[in-house]
Structures are given as C-alpha cells and as structure tokens.
C-alpha cells in the first residue's frame, strides 16, 4: 500500500512559480513510477508529468513543456512538480499517482494510487 499526500498548491499570478510536493508513505517508493495530473472544473482529468523509479527518464505533456519539472527524492519518499512561468490555464486540481512499474508512466489507468489533489489557481 501506497498512500500519497500532496502539498504546495495555492493562488498565484500568471509568470509566477510553485512546487508541488507529493510525499509516500510504505517502504517500497523507489518500486514506483511517479506522475501528476490535473483537473480544471467541467474538463476531464489529463495527464501533466511523470517519472521513471530512479528519476532517468521524465515525460511531459506538451502544455507544460519547458515550464515544468518532476524530480523525485527516494531517501525522501517524495515527489516534485516544479511549475514556472504559470498560466492561468493551468489552473486545475492537482493529483499525484504511483504506478508500480519500472517505466514512465502516462495512463491514468495504469496508476495504482492517487492522492487527494491540491488546489492550484493561476490568476491573469
């Protein structure tokens, strides 16, 4: 079992910077495959970045290409999105998931855990 916790959201203005935090209880994170996603209101949920066991490989979705970054820290247990240069499209709930794979993830469905989302609200 894997359960997750994410940290960090808030209200900003548009070009400004937040890091999410997404830290995993169990012994096993090194075991998982890490990714965020997110959801506005009245839009389905769709898949933002994710990273590999050991933090080699990283996949991102076009929309956030060159402005955000997943890391992870496995001594830490935890999970980073750091977010630049914000949007106000990028304004959504947003979740983090563990897959327990070897590769990088992007189906949602292929994850096994999610957290309970934190609120970002990019404002223009």
């Known amino acids: 079992q894997v359960q997750l916790v994410e940290s960090g959201g808030g209200l900003v203005q548009a070009g400004d910077s937040l890091r999410l935090s997404c830290a995993a209880s169990?012994?096993?994170?090194?075991?998982?495959?890490m990714g965020w996603f997110r959801q506005a209101p009245g839009k389905e949920r769709e898949f933002v970045a994710a990273?590999?066991?050991?933090?080699?490989?990283?996949y991102y979705a076009d929309s956030v290409k060159g402005r955000f970054t997943i890391s992870r820290d496995n001594a830490k247990k935890t999970v980073y999105l750091q977010m630049n240069s914000l949007k106000p499209e990028d304004t959504a709930v947003y979740y983090c998931?563990?897959?327990?794979?070897?590769?990088?993830?992007?189906?949602?469905?292929?994850?096994?855990?999610w957290g309970q989302g934190t609120q970002v609200t990019v404002s223009s």
């Open positions: 998931a563990a897959a327990y794979s070897d590769y990088v993830i992007r189906g949602a469905d292929e994850y096994d855990y």
């Open positions: 990273i590999n066991w050991s933090g080699g490989n990283t």
């Open positions: 169990g012994r096993t994170f090194s075991s998982y495959a």
